[in-house]
């Protein structure tokens, strides 16, 4: 016997909502990470998101989104994977760290892989894409990109650092300022969460990232050597 349209719908929410409960909390605080090259792959899986958006009138799925957030933890572990594989020295190593991570001072940024039904609808950076994408704080501040970066061509690094890749899947670099406007932060100290938000007229999906309670005693400027790991 076939399973009805009910029990499909309810099997696909209780499996979105039990990827949902197993994300992590993750922590922003910018101090010196101990990592080796073995470690890329649960970082990765720590700071990346994916979730569906499904019309419910006919169960299809309309937008699948997955993204990662390139925080400070991931950059570390980002350079110190990319430098052992690429024969990196000691010196090259930290100098790309330093400028990835000088960079997370100003930029938030996200790697972000999306399907849609149509392919050409999907192009963030298109004239026939809808949708809107947005960092969102607690509070409910919203703040629209500072950079969307269409990646025509994945490179074959980013294949095999950023697993989402594939054929049928649009690929972005987002950039979104780590201080709004209105001179405040846009990922307060004292957020318990952000979320990435992608809006249209075909439906809504937030990524979701739990934050650890405090970052009351970060060491932004801290850089240590990567050989000491």
């Not at 957030?69 to 010196?91: L, M």
């Not at 990835?100 to 392919?119: G, K, Q």
């Amino acid at each position: 016997m076939r399973p009805s349209p009910l029990v499909l719908w309810l099997a696909a929410a209780a499996a979105l909502f039990a990827a949902a409960c197993d994300a992590p909390r993750v922590s922003l605080v910018s101090s010196p990470r101990a990592f080796t090259e073995g470690d890329y792959g649960g970082i990765y899986g720590r700071w990346t998101r994916s979730a569906d958006e499904f019309d419910f009138g006919h169960l299809g799925e309309v937008l699948h989104v997955t993204a990662t957030f390139e925080s400070w933890e991931f950059r570390w572990a980002y350079v110190v994977r990319y430098a052992h594989d690429h024969s990196f020295t000691t010196a090259e190593r930290t100098l790309l760290l330093e400028e990835s991570l000088a960079d997370a001072e100003t930029r938030h940024r996200f790697f972000v892989t999306m399907a849609v039904p149509i392919y050409r609808e999907g192009d963030l950076t298109g004239a026939l894409s809808d949708i809107r994408v947005l960092l969102v704080e607690p509070s409910g501040r919203q703040f629209e990109p500072a950079e969307i970066t269409r990646i025509n061509r994945a490179a074959a690094d980013q294949r095999r650092y950023f697993p989402s890749i594939h054929r049928q899947r649009h690929i972005f670099r987002i950039a979104f300022p780590t201080v709004g406007d209105d001179g405040a932060p846009t990922i307060p100290r004292e957020a318990d969460h952000v979320l990435l938000r992608f809006a249209s007229a075909a439906g809504t999906v937030n990524l979701r990232w739990d934050l650890e309670a405090t970052r009351g005693g970060e060491t932004g400027s801290e850089v240590a050597s990567p050989a000491a790991e």
